[in-house]
Every structure is written in C-alpha cells, then in structure tokens.
Nanobody
C-alpha cells in the first residue's frame, strides 16, 4: 500500500525560505512525483515535478528561479526548497505520485496522479 507522508512547511515572512519533503512508502518504481498547492476557492496548481528515475525537473513559471525540487537519498523521496517566498505562495502544499511510472508528461494535471499526501501548510506574511 502506497502512502505519501509530507513534512516541513510552516510560517515565514516574505523573502524567507522553507522546505517541504515527501516520502512515498510502498512505491517501488521510478515515477513522476510532484508538488501541488491549493488555496480556498481556487483549483489545485502544479508547482514542480520530478521524474525520480533521471531526475528531470519541471516548474511552474511562477516559481522558476525561486523553488527547487530534488530527489532524496532514499528511493521516491522528494523535497521542495522554497526561497524568496512571497505572500502569494501561501497555500496548502500537496505531494503527489503517478502510479504508472510516468515521466511527467502533463505534469500539471492533477488527474495524472493517483497517490496524494494529506497536505502541509505554507504561510508567507508580508
């Protein structure tokens, strides 16, 4: 049984940094893993993705140059380092994993992911 467990997040002032991590227990193959975020009343937005096999990364335009997604030393663990945070980055951040070993084609579409974490809150104050 696959379970995604997120850690990290929290509150920071604008310009600060936070890191969120995700460990996918029970996931034994390389696949696309991604971070999404959601604020009340808005659709879930793809932030960044990584194919855990080759390490290819993908980013939303809104976070390019500020966020970095990376693989951990343990299989199918990923982290998102968030620098130069802005109040607009405030959201509930979710980790997601593709169940089919996909290589992140269409990575911004939430329907591409079968496994989801519970979410971790990131709050950026001005």
């Amino acid at each position: 049984q696959v379970q995604l467990v997120e850690s990290g997040g929290g509150s920071v002032q604008a310009g600060g940094s936070l890191r969120v991590s995700c460990a996918a227990s029970g996931l034994t193959f390389n696949t696309c893993m991604a971070w999404f975020r959601q604020t009340p009343g808005l659709e879930r937005e793809g932030v960044a993705a990584i194919y855990t096999g080759y390490g290819h990364t993908y980013y939303a335009d809104s976070v390019k140059g500020r966020f970095t997604i990376s693989r951990g030393s343990a299989k199918n663990t990923v982290s998102l380092q968030m620098n130069d945070l802005e109040p607009e980055d405030t959201a509930l951040y979710y980790c997601a994993a593709d169940s089919r070993g996909g290589r992140c084609r269409g990575w911004t579409d939430p329907s591409e992911y079968y496994f989801w974490g519970q979410g971790t809150q990131v709050t950026v104050s001005s």
